[in-house]
């Protein structure tokens, strides 16, 4: 079992930034990939960006050129730094963790960010 910790969410005016971490614990050794899915109300779930074990990165179209995603992996932690944040960028956003072999996904609770404009 994986357990996922986020932290980091919150209140931001329009162009802020925000910095949201992610804690894996428990059975970790077979994580593959990491990374943030966001869901906005009445929206569906969707990619913000994920890391792989070799770094590889993939990121949604809607946050290319502000969003970078990052890892610790001494921490077990995943990091997603949010720069230039827009009112749509409201959502709670969820930490994934994938062992891709196995086919088990894991999700955290899930830590809302808002942006005002």
């Known amino acids: 079992q994986v357990q996922l910790v986020e932290s980091g969410g919150g209140l931001v005016q329009f162009g802020g930034s925000l910095r949201l971490s992610c804690a894996a614990s428990g059975i970790i050794y077979s994580i593959n990939r990491m990374g943030w899915y966001r869901q906005a109300p009445g929206n569906q779930r969707e990619l913000v960006a994920t890391i792989d074990n070799g770094g590889g990165t993939t990121y949604g179209d809607s946050v290319k050129g502000r969003f970078t995603i990052s890892r610790d992996n001494v921490k077990n932690t995943v990091y997603l730094q949010m720069n230039s944040l827009k009112p749509e960028d409201t959502a709670v956003y969820y930490c994934?963790?994938?062992?891709?072999?196995?086919?088990?996904?894991?999700w955290g609770q899930g830590t809302q960010v808002t942006v005002s404009s």
């Open positions: 994934y963790a994938g062992k891709l072999l196995s086919g088990h996904d894991y």
